[in-house]
Every structure is written in C-alpha cells, then in structure tokens.
C-alpha cells in the first residue's frame, strides 16, 4: 500500500521559516519525481515545486521562487520543501504527491500518487 505523510506545517508569522517533510511508503521511491502542491482555501490546486528522480533538477513556481527549496533524500524516502521569507499568501493545505519516471510534468493530473495534506498558515 502507497502511503505518502506530511508533516511540519503549522502556524507562523510572515517573515518565518518552516520546513515540511514527506516520507514515502509502498513504492520504489527512486522511480519518482516528488511533487509539493497548494491548495488555499476557494481555490484550486496549484503546482509549487519539483524535484527529480536523483535530485538533480527542482523546478518552482514563480510565487516561491527564491523563498522555497525542495530536496529530497532517496535513503530515508523522504522529500523536504524548506520555505523561507514565508508571506500571508503563502496559506494553504501542502500536499506532496509523487510522479512516476518524471512524466507528468508541473500538471497535477500527472502525478500518481497523494499525500494528505498539511495545513501551513502565515499570520502577517
């Protein structure tokens, strides 16, 4: 059974740091591109970072560019997105998700497996 958990969200100030982590279950984790996506309250959901199979290549949205860093560490099955400079419009539910051989692109409808989620708020 695929199971993806996030965990470190929370509440913070804007200007604040926070890193969340998704450990990854069930599947050979080297064999997917990890994918972190948002979800804000009355919106869709939208693509925030990638990274590859090895780590070698992340790609961000443009919102988190420079603030947000996504890594990931094959021997723990783990994937990390480390926010920096965090902002109001920054709130959301974060989900990792996990895309296998990297085909799927920033589309959320690539990606085949979910996490469930974690709630990330910034107070300003």
């Known amino acids: 059974q695929v199971q993806l958990a996030e965990s470190g969200g929370g509440l913070v100030q804007a200007g604040d740091s926070l890193r969340l982590s998704c450990v990854v279950s069930?599947?050979?984790?080297?064999?997917?591109?990890m994918g972190w996506f948002r979800q804000a309250p009355g919106k869709g959901r939208e693509f925030v970072a990638k990274?590859?199979?090895?780590?070698?290549?992340?790609a961000y949205a443009d919102s988190v560019k420079g603030r947000f860093t996504v890594s990931r560490d094959n021997t723990k099955n783990t994937v990390y997105l480390q926010m920096s400079s965090l902002k109001p419009e920054d709130t959301a539910v974060y989900y990792c998700a996990a895309d296998f051989m990297d085909r799927g692109g920033r589309n959320s409808g690539g990606f085949e497996y979910w996490g469930q989620g974690t709630q990330v708020t910034i107070s300003s």
């Open positions: 990274i590859s199979r090895s780590g070698g290549s992340t």
């Open positions: 069930g599947l050979t984790f080297s064999s997917y591109a």
